[in-house]
């Protein structure tokens, strides 16, 4: 129990030194019970103190309780820059990499009924990822390297979820590849590369986890325009680029072969023309009404209306969040955009008007240091 009033005493004084401004109130976490049974757990992983706090979310209101304060294991060194999280399809396992050598990718079981982690091993990858992925199948973690400029795919064992440590394939990138995304069909692979401003495209084998150019293998974006986070809408049929540097988001129409055709960009507005606006994440609504991008330098989330006939974007409005805003997701009912912020060392639950997708603050939550990526998990 001692343990646990330190967490929450830290959390507190957290809460109190970075997030004092904030127009509503910092909510109380409590302390963590042996009997926790959630729905709705949330995963927050926090770069800077190199752990994942693991939050029961009320599924009416959004709040959010702590359940515990896991370690990531595996390196003495400091991991700052982010710690990219995955889960696997069945939402069995969680996977975490750490950005420093030995550039360990943890696994963890997702315990039932209480959404708690059990560390089962790290294996070391060839370098630090910047994004992590599981294919459909749960095989596969499919890793881009921003730093090393590679993709990797390593196997995933099939009796114990561990990740295993020879991987399948390493293909090397233009520089600062960022993002590896999976189509449901398991058949297409996407990778945002902002040092090429391409997105490249892959066919996917599940049967040898490896992949090879689709059509061209590529899709380029504007010079200099950094592509970053890409994501798939629902329907399959569209696909939607956020870049960096320009902090542009773009729609495409994905093909029959999977390759991608562009529809439309539209501009954020936050982009100066000189220094990098620091995009950082894009998502889709559930239901496929609304996207959300964020931008750091301006700490502000861009809303979107999705046409349903043509998957353009039409602007919502720009609505504030966490200082410096590296990730966040949406809960699968589509009600909460959860966001964290990697200089205040917190989250925002934004409640989601179902019929206009506005934003409206619903609860703030005190992370750990540097706090960078949300996975949200459905247990029953």
């Not at 042996?34 to 729905?39: W, Y």
């Not at 398991?186 to 066919?203: A, C, Q, T």
């Not at 320009?246 to 994905?254: E, M, N, P």
């Not at 966001?339 to 008007?353: E, F, K, L």
Request: aromatic content about 8%; some cysteine.
């Amino acid at each position: 129990m001692d343990g646990l009033r330190l967490a929450r005493r830290r959390l507190l004084q957290l809460g109190l030194g970075g997030v004092a401004a904030s127009p509503f109130p910092l909510i109380g976490v409590r302390k963590a019970m042996a009997d926790t049974s959630p729905e709705t757990t949330v995963y927050v992983s926090n770069a800077g103190s190199k752990d994942i706090f693991v939050l029961a979310m009320d599924r009416a209101s959004g709040k959010l309780d702590l359940i515990e304060q896991a370690p990531v294991p595996g390196t003495d060194k400091p991991s700052p820059a982010s710690l990219p999280m995955a889960t696997s399809p069945d939402k069995k396992f969680l996977y975490a990499q750490l950005r420093s050598t030995p550039y360990p990718v943890s696994t963890f079981a997702i315990e039932r009924p209480s959404g708690r982690l059990k560390h089962l091993g790290e294996t070391p990858l060839i370098d630090q990822m910047a994004y992590i992925n599981t294919d459909r199948t749960g095989r596969w973690l499919l890793c881009a390297s921003y730093v090393g400029a590679k993709l990797a795919i390593y196997p995933i064992n099939a009796t114990t979820g561990v990740v295993e440590a020879k991987a399948t394939q390493i293909i090397d990138t233009r520089p600062k590849a960022h993002c590896v995304v999976i189509d449901s069909d398991n058949k297409h692979v996407y990778l945002p590369v902002l040092g090429g401003d391409i997105v490249m495209e892959f066919n996917f084998d599940p049967a040898t986890g490896t992949v090879s150019p689709d059509g061209p293998g590529q899709v380029s974006t504007k010079n200099d325009a950094g592509p970053r986070h890409f994501t798939i809408h629902p329907n399959k049929r569209w696909g939607y680029l956020i870049t960096e540097t320009s902090a542009t988001i773009g729609t495409y129409a994905i093909g029959a072969d999977g390759t991608l055709s562009e529809l439309q960009f539209v501009d954020t507005g936050d982009y100066n023309g000189k220094e990098s606006a620091a995009a950082s994440d894009i998502h889709v609504t559930p239901d496929g009404k609304f996207l959300y991008g964020a931008v750091r330098t301006t700490s502000t989330l861009h809303g979107y209306r999705i046409d349903p006939d043509k998957g353009t974007l039409t602007p919502i409005g720009k609505f504030d969040t966490e200082k410096t805003p590296r990730g966040f997701n949406i809960d699968p009912r589509g009600r909460f955009l959860l966001s964290v912020g990697m200089d205040s060392n917190a989250m925002t639950v934004h409640a989601i008007d179902p019929a206009s997708g506005e934003l409206k603050p619903a609860g703030h939550y005190a992370m750990g240091t540097q706090p960078n990526w949300v996975e949200i998990v459905d247990l029953v």
